[in-house]
């Protein structure tokens, strides 16, 4: 029996296209558009990147000045759940920050992590607004639900967003900073 090479690269061709082409199609439309649609009608959100690919999710957001990120964060993992699933929630945000932004923040800190580390989390809007006072026009303000606390920097027009962790990361390090 000879097999003949030409129908059978054929129908392997047509079938590897038709099983990933068929997986793609399906992230994109059940997954990824409807995820993207929710990020992108929460108020703040200039724009947003996702990647939904193995156990974790990535979710790149651009934030305006004025944006509440608890708020964007607790209308994604609620509003998306069904679409995330099981997945790992890793948010990577930005704003407009300035380098006299994260220089501040810097400076700040260790104050914030030994607040973070001690569990005083009360600390962290009294060790902000303190060290704010030597920044003119710098408005700082902090939140927290169970498992971030949520800082907002903003001189201006520009801002600088940092989501903490409540437990800290393995290596000792914040995987949003």
């Not at 930005?94 to 923040?105: A, E, H, M």
């Not at 260790?110 to 009360?122: L, P």
């Amino acid at each position: 029996m000879r097999l003949r090479l030409l129908p059978v690269f054929i129908s392997v061709f047509l079938s590897a296209s038709l099983l990933f082409g068929g997986y793609y199609a399906y992230r994109s439309m059940a997954m990824e558009n409807p995820l993207n649609a929710i990020v992108t009608s929460a108020p703040g959100v200039e724009s947003a990147n996702m990647d939904l690919s193995g156990s974790k999710a990535v979710i790149e957001l651009k934030l305006r000045p004025d944006a509440n990120l608890r708020e964007i964060v607790h209308k994604i993992t609620t509003d998306g759940a069904s679409i995330i699933g099981q997945k790992d929630v890793e948010f990577r945000v930005t704003g407009n920050s300035t380098p006299k932004l994260d220089q501040w923040w810097s400076s700040v800190l260790f104050d914030v992590a030994q607040a973070m580390e001690t569990k005083q989390y009360a600390q962290i809007p009294k060790t902000l607004q303190e060290h704010a006072k030597n920044m003119n026009g710098l408005q700082v303000s902090s939140e927290m639900d169970e498992k971030n606390v949520y800082i907002r920097l903003t001189d201006g027009d520009q801002s600088k967003f940092v989501i903490l962790p409540r437990t800290p990361a393995k290596i000792g390090v914040w995987p949003n900073e």
